[in-house]
């Protein structure tokens, strides 16, 4: 037997939708990828070489960050995962919200 979604329990799904809306706007300050440190050879010589690698359309992309920029870039992608989940869980309240018969 299906259940009934009462208005009260529509009105808390949209409700806790907001609040993660809200905190995604928030935070505009992410980025997606991953950080990665290595080293490249140039002219036989070792240096630190820093990027942030990116997925566009299925091919990777790397942007160089120089070492100052690390900590930014860093604060970025963790923001970045934040944002993901966030929109994870707006997709699932969203979800809820269709199945009890209401307009997202």
């Known amino acids: 037997m299906k259940r009934k979604v009462g208005t009260d329990e529509l009105k808390e799904l949209r409700e806790t939708r ?17 950080l990665v440190e290595t080293v490249a050879k140039r002219n036989g010589k070792k240096t630190p070489f820093r990027y942030l ?14 070492a100052r920029q ?29 199945k009890a018969g209401g307009q997202p």
């Open 18 to 34: 907001d609040a993660l809306a809200a905190e995604l706007a928030a935070r505009p300050d992410w980025v997606l990828g991953s």
């Open 53 to 66: 690698s990116h997925s566009v359309e299925g091919r990777n992309r790397i942007l160089y960050v120089a």
């Open 70 to 98: 690390m900590a930014a870039f860093g604060g970025a992608v963790k923001a970045g995962r934040r944002a993901v989940r966030l929109l994870e869980e707006i997709a699932a309240v969203n979800a809820k919200i269709i």
